[in-house]
């Protein structure tokens, strides 16, 4: 999902931001990318800036307080974010973290309805962060070619 730099300042407005350049630049990173992000991605979708490494993740770590963004990964003990353009809508669902590429992505909706479950856990579950492991479609693909 793109977002304008207008509709990025509205979001940040109506979470009581400032809406600097640093947070509307990483808002639109999240929310133009469909998988979470690291900070070093976000580094590297933005390019060229003139805001340091800090401050990109000072934005990211306010856009997660005020939930604008949610670490939905924690893999190899680095926390990568999704966009969370709506109040109290989580980014809950399973991740994929390849461990060839390194890439973290998110897992098809039907997969994620094939694993509901009802009951005790139910909150539990779909509050928790899931994440598969293994190589991915492209790595797959990749490896088939090498051969």
Known sequence: MRITKDKARQLLKEFSLRATAPRIAVLRALASSADPLSHTEVL???GKTECDPATIYRS???LR??????VVSR??????????????EGHSHPHFLCED??????????????ISVKGPWARSIQNALVQFRGECPD?????????
């Open 75 to 88: 893999a190899e003990g680095i926390d990568r974010y999704a966009f969370t353009p709506k109040q109290n």
């Open 44 to 46: 590297k979708h933005l």
């Open 60 to 62: 990211l770590v306010k």
């Open 65 to 70: 307080d005020v939930g604008l963004a949610t």
């Open 139 to 147: 790595c797959i693909d990749h490896s088939r070619k090498d051969r």
């Open 101 to 114: 590429c390194g890439r973290v992505a998110c897992l098809p909706t039907e997969f994620a309805e094939s």
